[in-house]
């Protein structure tokens, strides 16, 4: 919640990189698949132990991740299924993450996975919810693009452990966040 808010902030500098793609012809879902192969590399980084360079490569994978949006908005290419594959690649991206970490002895694989698995509840809760009428519902203290700062971070000083331990607990107080806003708005 708190990142998102920050939108606004970096749009002109998205758009001005998104601006030469768009005249190239480059399509929002290329850049989506560009995005999850970038952030695929670093977690095959986080796996070979090299934490700080996986972190630079997320970091890149986030500018991506944007840039697909960024682009698909200011040519009116906007889709539904471009949303649902963008959707779907930031869950593959986050589960390869993790995974790439525990793997690489980086933090202990039982808090890898539970952080794995309140990351997945916190992002269905959301698709659930509003496929229920809850309306948006992107609310909770560790949404997806703080969870993955919140490792990018860590790992930048080396210490990524403390990353994941911190998306175990700030993800599932998220759960709890949204299991709360969603009783409020479903509730019959
Ligand atoms: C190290 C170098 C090599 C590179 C580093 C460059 C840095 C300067 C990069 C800065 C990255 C910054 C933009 C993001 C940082 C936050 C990030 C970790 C959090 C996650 O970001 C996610 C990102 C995208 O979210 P979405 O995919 O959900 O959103 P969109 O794609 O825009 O919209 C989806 C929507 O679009 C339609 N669509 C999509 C795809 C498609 N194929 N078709 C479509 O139709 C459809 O409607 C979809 O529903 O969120 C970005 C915004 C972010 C939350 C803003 C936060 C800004 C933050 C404060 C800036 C931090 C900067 C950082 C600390 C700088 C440090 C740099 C230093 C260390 C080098
Ligand atoms: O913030 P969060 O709800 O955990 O995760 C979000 C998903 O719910 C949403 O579908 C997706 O488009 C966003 O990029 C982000 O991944
Ligand atoms: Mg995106
Ligand atoms: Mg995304």
Known sequence: MVL???RENVKGYLEAIVRPLARAGVTPN????LGLLVSLAGAYLFYRGEQIIAALV???GSLVDALDGTLARLTGKTSRFGAFLDSTFDRISDGAVLFGIAL???ADWRVAFIAFMGSYLVSYERCRAELAGSGRLAVGIAERAERLLIIIITALFGHVEYG???VAVLA???VLQRLYAAYQRLRE
């Not at 290329?30 to 698949?33: K, S, Y």
């Open 4 to 6: 998102n808010r920050y």
């Open 164 to 166: 994941v331990y911190a």
């Open 58 to 60: 997320l970091l890149f």
């Open 172 to 174: 599932w107080i998220t």
């Open 104 to 106: 690489g002895n980086l």
């Open 30 to 33: 290329t850049i989506t698949v």
